[in-house]
């Protein structure tokens, strides 16, 4: 197999974004079955009853190059890179958790100082976060409402039951994250929440 194989497809030179066999006759092979399945997607979605006064626009997410699809009458009129920053999901998790050890101290009357924010999520199982990261979240809101201590209720509740499906089932917490994140329709507290434990146990977020 190979990584960044450039394929003509029509008049473009597509970068595919999935491994490739090496071999040109394999990787043939592999572009039209993939084409193959797509058409048949496609028509599965009524697509043949489109014509060229009423055109069907379709997405299709994925990593390998369409080259299969002009055999069969259909036309990629344009490729999209669309990719998330990691690193700014991955910080935006370390605030959310911070925001819980906040939210979790102050309902307890304490400070939510930076020693004692880092020792909650030491206790809970979770790596401490930097001081910039602390001192982020405090300079944003040095004080915490009920509206937010009830989401923060939701999100304990999330990472919970991550946690409880992960000793049930006998898996890392890390497994259940990853299922959870690709589900589809999933709730943005349990996005969130799935995000953290990734974070927790030094993983990064999937891309979706």
């Keep these: 197999m190979e990584r960044h194989v450039e394929v003509t497809v029509g008049n473009k030179v597509v970068l595919a974004k999935a491994p490739m066999p090496q071999n040109p006759l394999l990787r043939e092979w592999a572009l039209k079955d993939y084409g193959r399945r797509m058409v048949q997607a496609i028509g599965r979605t009524r697509a043949v009853w489109a014509s060229p006064d009423n055109p ?24 999209r890179e669309e990719h998330k920053n990691l690193n700014i999901v991955a910080s935006q998790a370390a605030k959310e958790k911070v925001a819980v050890a906040v939210a979790s101290l102050q309902a307890a009357d304490k400070e939510p100082s930076y020693r004692e924010v880092n020792h909650l999520l030491t206790e809970r199982g979770l790596p401490e976060v930097r001081y910039s990261v602390w001192k982020e979240v405090m300079k944003a809101s040095t004080t915490l409402n009920n509206t937010t201590h009830k989401g923060v209720d939701e999100l304990l509740r999330a990472l919970d039951s991550i946690v409880s499906s992960a000793d049930f089932c006998g898996c890392d917490p890390a497994d259940i994250a ?9 709730p943005e507290i349990h996005r969130i929440a799935a995000l953290l434990i990734l974070e927790s146990a030094g993983q990064r977020p999937p891309d979706s």
């Design 56 to 79: 069907l626009q379709i997405w299709i997410a994925g990593g390998l190059p369409l080259s299969g699809l002009a055999e069969h009458g259909l036309e990629v009129s344009e490729y």
């Design 178 to 186: 990853k299922d959870r994140l690709a589900a589809p329709d999933l």
